[in-house]
């Protein structure tokens, strides 16, 4: 009911910028919040950083000051704008989005997940 497409991955050198997008479609009536969650081989999913419906944001430690997460809500779009790369922020990249649908018993609100995207960053 809910798609995420994301883009913008890749290779970069380290100190390098990427900058991905994520946008969804479907069936929404609303959406909560957005984020970006990352894997690297190996562990588990991280969150990366997220942007609520009224713009309030939170970012991993180890991001902050280098990533920026920002929303635009007429398009149902999220961004990450990554600065500063380190060899470490190599990872598969995953959208998500907390969206509230209309079903037969009323709206709901599910999580969704993006496909992924590969952002590798070398020394």
């Known amino acids: 009911q809910v798609q995420l497409v994301e883009s913008g991955g890749g290779l970069v050198q380290a100190g390098g910028s990427l900058r991905l997008s994520c946008a969804a479609s479907?069936?929404?009536?609303?959406?909560?919040?957005m984020g970006w969650y990352r894997q690297a081989p190996g562990n588990g999913r991280e969150l990366v950083a997220a942007?609520?419906?009224?713009?309030?944001?939170n970012y991993a430690n180890s991001v902050e000051g280098r990533f920026t997460i920002s929303r635009d809500g007429a398009k149902n779009t999220v961004y990450l704008q990554m600065n500063s790369l380190k060899p470490e922020d190599t990872a598969v990249y995953y959208c998500?989005?907390?969206?509230?649908?209309?079903?037969?018993?009323?709206?709901?609100?599910?999580?969704?997940w993006g496909q992924g995207t590969q952002v590798t960053v070398s020394s």
């Open positions: 479907g069936s929404i009536f609303s959406i909560n919040a």
């Open positions: 942007i609520s419906s009224g713009g309030t944001t």
């Open positions: 998500n989005c907390n969206a509230v649908i209309v079903t037969v018993v009323g709206r709901r609100s599910f999580e969704y």
